[in-house]
């Protein structure tokens, strides 16, 4: 009986083998094969004891091989290994790391998503004579090996709002967070809550989560694996991917593949190698901060020994993250630090006071503003360099002066003033009204004349804007006109089927038009300077961090012929600039992504001149724009480099408006992925050009990953708009005057500024 | 009354509809190479997002606008000895045959044959109990109408109002509007069959299903 299952066992290690190395022939696999064949052909005729000694030298072999196997992953084997039924998941790690816990809110298939699953568990603790139960709260996604209704882990958005919920939860509670990251990547639908909003919602709250959060990675797909894993502490299995891309899309984009042509597994294999995506690779790189090893070829849920681990793992990094942060810790710190073989040795109460959670969240949003520093190339010269830091420190000590010390100061002397001018108002009211009501009876000359003035107030009381006052530029008044102009032709605008409009001579249409059909108000797309001349006055702004470039980090092939001719074609470093500008009359620091350069997409040299660029904004105390005039997404040749900006400039996002700034975003043409997904969703304020479309992915990603088509204007502005994902939709010709407006009228009490 | 035998005939004698594609503006024609007999096909995809066959370029300004095929059939006719030259807007190019599938068919024969009671305005529109009861049980041809009966409620906007039926007296022969979908004002409601006329269109619509050979 026990020699049967045995067999089972190894006839399973045997197929999970083939599985992982995906048809490739190896040696040990044929090796593998043929022994199991002869223990099994002789099987019968063997006596009991023999056959359990043949076993034992069978498993010995399996063992090794295995070991041997191990050392020859590639990383497209790795990948195989984490999508793997037998790949253990959450709900495994939840039965043997944690001493107890309990589902919330989900039981299989009844559950707003069955992909993000939700428990408070504990870890039962020794501490002399008592026992600790030490709560935690474990988000993470659920593959469900099998069950489709789990998704494969691809998290819908509303998955993603439960799980930013019981974050706030764990906030109320002041337990620490454990996050597990099993996702392929998040389902792109853009119901509200919305795939890329939900995200940013999430990266923005956990950007300034007052609880220790802890991260392990196993499977981490881009957009799906940010939503939970902004971490204070970032632990990766030995045998998990991190990836802005699956290596089949990244094969799809180098391979120019569309509709139902696939990538040949050579060209996946090679992504695979050049995203860099391993464990180590991640660790090199200082996205992760500690591998845990794994069994050879991968953990499967029969490790016990490797659920140990995890556990020692999860406690010490809690340990970690906690001890830094804690104001009595005496010995335990230095325990903490050299204990990272006995972490249950070293007891530590994971609940936080203020003050140590205001230092907790300092030292995450430090830790995140310091990577991918090596990801881009600072071309500033030393001297530069050092007199922009010295202009930093003094616009900083100046905006303190002006608006900390000496502002708040006068606003409340402001405030009071008001209060006391307008009691008195009333009091004068009481005892005059009488008098001047028997003035006017006697006297009517002033009652006319109170008359005029009354009337005057009211007039300026109830006229809100005065649209005629230059409201927008007619005829040849744009500061910049399209080179398009030039050409003698005519075009026919693509709504011509609904809204038949007539055809537009070329000149006209990007001349005098500013690209937007006078018929039907297509906005046909319009280069970049457009706005910078016309809307951001660029002439007079002043551009910073010029020098920023983006580079080839990861050495990704032929990359960087891409990136010469990029920056040839369009005379720019990176896809990113930044400059401060006036808008009538308003100062405010404004960042540009520009299509033109590699699609806008982003990397390190653009998240780091983002941020630059929040933070200046924030150090002058002006209002900070994202103008986007297009964004396909994070830049896949950058790998993690990339991804890792998406938690980076939401944090500095949230830094600036928690400091009291004013955040908007202005979205033209198409804009996608990443980006729309951290930094740009994550804004209070966020507006679009007409004809612009707003999204998670693309419809092209949607019926590859879904199966379903969605409809072409699925993600139009107008639609986004009615999602909630934004808030409002602009014709071209009134961005200044409407950005004006924003800005007085969102800028409030809480802008610098005022 | 109708002779729907001949309505027949005469749709068998040609049952293809010719779709002239005319020029719809001026320009420079420049046909995409398609021969008399070609097939062609019309806009596809599920929100019809994809065009149909490329016809031919039409020129005018340096704009250079595609023309597609709006359905889907055979080229009849193409004009190409304008090819490269300069047409007025209107000018005949292509024709295409469109061959009428067996729905369309029916469509027309039953659109010729039943009287149809169209919507009054844009709403929603149920049928009174009684009747709903009784469509629901026995069928659509179960229930008999008559000038005055009272057949459907309105619905819009939290308002509800009986609506009667006008029109000769017969049978519900189709109903053209799902349960709460929202009727545009002059879309057909019902189709009102005389119930003489019953038998024969039945048997009209059976010998299209079975006969009619273009899906």
């Known amino acids: 009986m026990d020699i049967d299952r045995r067999i089972q066992d190894i006839k399973d290690r045997l197929a999970y083998i083939r599985d ?90 009844f559950n707003i998503d069955p992909s993000m699953l939700i428990a408070r568990a504990y870890f039962a603790r020794r501490v002399g004579e008592r026992i600790v139960n030490q709560m935690v709260m474990v988000i993470g996604q659920e593959k469900g090996h099998g069950e489709a209704f789990r998704n494969g882990g691809s998290v819908k958005p509303w998955g993603n709002a439960k799980a930013l919920h019981y974050m706030k939860v764990a906030e109320t509670e002041n337990i620490p ?132 681990d995890l556990r020692r793992e999860l406690i010490q990094a809690t340990n970690e993250a906690v001890s830094e942060v804690k104001p009595m810790k005496l010995f335990r710190a230095m325990a903490v630090r050299s204990s990272v073989g006995d972490a249950e040795a070293v007891f530590m109460r994971w609940s936080l006071s203020g003050s140590a959670q205001n230092r907790l969240v300092d030292l995450r949003q430090r830790k995140f503003r310091a990577m991918s520093r090596h990801a881009c190339l600072d071309g500033t010269g030393l001297i530069k360099r050092m007199a922009a830091s010295a202009r930093g420190t003094v616009w900083a000590a100046n905006s303190f002066l002006r608006y900390d010390l000496l502002g708040r100061q006068k606003k409340r002397l402001d405030a009071m003033l008001e209060d006391l001018g307008a009691e008195a108002h009333i009091v004068r009211r009481k005892l005059l009204m009488p008098l001047k009501r028997v003035m006017d009876s006697i006297l009517p000359v002033a009652n006319v004349e109170q008359q005029k003035k009354g009337d005057e107030v009211r007039d300026r009381l109830t006229r809100l804007s005065c649209p005629e006052d230059g409201a927008c530029l007619v005829g040849s008044e744009w500061a910049w006109i399209s080179p398009r102009s030039q050409e003698d032709r005519t075009v026919s605008c693509p709504q011509v089927r609904t809204h038949h409009c007539p055809d537009l001579w070329v000149p006209d249409l990007y001349g005098d038009f500013a690209g937007v059909c006078p018929s039907c108000g297509h906005h046909f797309p319009m280069e970049y300077p457009w706005y910078l001349h016309n809307v951001f006055d660029y002439d007079r702004a002043r551009e910073f961090n010029q020098r920023l470039e983006s580079i080839n980090p990861l050495g990704y092939e032929q990359f960087e012929a891409k990136l010469d001719q990029a920056k040839a074609r369009t005379g720019l470093k990176s896809a990113c600039i930044t400059f401060e500008t006036v808008i009538n009359g308003v100062a405010a620091v404004v960042a540009v992504l520009c299509a033109p350069f590699r699609g806008g997409s982003v990397g390190a040299a653009e998240g780091e001149k983002f ?65 729309v997904a951290s930094f740009l969703g994550c804004s209070p304020y966020q507006f679009a050009v007409h004809s612009s479309n707003i999204g998670f992915a693309g419809p092209g990603v949607i019926a590859e990953t879904t199966g379903m088509a969605v409809s072409p204007d699925y993600h139009s502005a107008y639609h986004a708009l009615s999602r909630g994902h934004i808030h409002g939709v602009w014709d071209r010709r009134e961005v200044r005057k409407n950005l004006h407006q924003a800005l007085l009228t969102m800028g409030g009490r809480n802008l610098y500024y005022r | 009354m109708l002779n729907i035998k001949e309505l027949l005939d005469t749709v068998k004698a040609s049952p293809y509809r010719e779709i002239v594609i005319n020029a719809p503006h001026t320009g420079v024609v420049e046909f995409a190479g398609l021969k008399k007999g070609d097939r062609v096909h019309g806009r596809f995809g599920e929100y019809k997002e994809k065009p149909g066959t490329l016809l031919a370029h039409l020129t005018r300004e340096k704009n250079k ?45 039953l659109q010729k044959a039943l009287y149809l009671f169209r919507a009054p305005e844009r709403a929603k529109y149920y049928f009174v109990p009684e009747v709903d009861q009784k469509l629901k049980v026995s069928g659509k041809r179960s229930v008999k109408v008559r000038e005055g009966m009272e057949l459907m409620i309105v619905s819009r906007m939290k308002r509800e109002t009986p609506l009667s039926y006008s029109g000769p007296e017969g049978i519900i022969y189709s109903v053209y509007f799902g349960r709460g979908d929202n009727v545009d004002e002059g879309e057909p409601l019902i189709g009102v069959c005389p119930e003489d006329q ?3 269109i039945q048997d009209v619509v059976a010998r299209i299903q079975s006969e009619w050979e273009e899906e």
């Open chain 1, 20 to 109: 992982i190395f995906g048809g490739k022939e190896d040696e040990h696999i044929r090796l593998l094969t043929a022994k199991l064949g002869e223990v099994l052909a002789r099987d019968a005729a063997t006596p009991g004891g023999v056959q359990a000694e043949e076993m034992s030298r069978l498993e010995d072999l399996f063992a090794f091989s295995e070991r041997k196997l191990d050392t020859q992953l590639t990383p497209m084997d790795r990948v195989r290994i984490v999508r793997h039924p037998q790949r253990i998941c959450l709900k495994d790690i939840l039965e043997n790391v944690y001493d107890n816990y309990t589902e919330i809110g989900g039981r299989g298939e």
């Open chain 2, 198 to 200: 019953l038998s024969v």
């Open chain 1, 177 to 308: 967070i454990h996050t597990f990251v099993f996702t392929p990547g998040a389902y792109p639908v853009e119901d509200w809550p919305g795939a890329a909003q939900q995200i940013a919602r999430n990266l923005y709250e956990m950007a300034a989560l007052r609880v220790p959060l802890v991260a392990v990675f196993s499977e981490g797909g881009s957009g799906g694996a940010e939503a939970v894993s902004l971490a204070d502490r970032r632990i990766m299995l030995s045998h998990g991917y991190y990836s802005v891309i699956s290596p089949e899309g990244a094969a799809a984009i180098e391979g120019g593949l569309r509709g139902a042509s696939r990538a040949t597994p050579e060209l996946i294999e090679k992504c695979a190698r050049q995203l860099r995506i391993t464990a180590l690779d991640n660790l090199e790189n200082g996205y992760v901060d500690r591998v845990l090893q794994e069994p050879p070829l991968g953990a499967r849920p029969t490790h016990f020994d490797f659920f140990r």
């Open chain 1, 611 to 675: 941020i630059r660029a929040a933070e200046r904004a924030g150090r002058k105390r002006q209002p900070f724009i994202a103008y986007v005039h297009g964004t396909a997404g994070i830049r896949i040749q950058e790998g993690v480099n990339g991804v890792i900006q998406m938690p980076r400039c939401t944090i500095a996002v949230r830094r600036y408006i928690d400091r009291g700034g004013l955040y908007l975003v202005l979205y033209d043409t198409n804009s996608y992925a990443g980006p």
């Open chain 2, 65 to 109: 606008k595609p023309l597609h095929a709006p359905e889907k059939g055979e080229v009849g006719m193409v004009r190409s000895e304008l090819e490269g030259q300069f047409v007025e807007a209107g000018e005949p190019l292509v024709t295409i045959r469109h061959f009428l599938t067996r729905q369309e068919v029916i469509e027309l024969v």
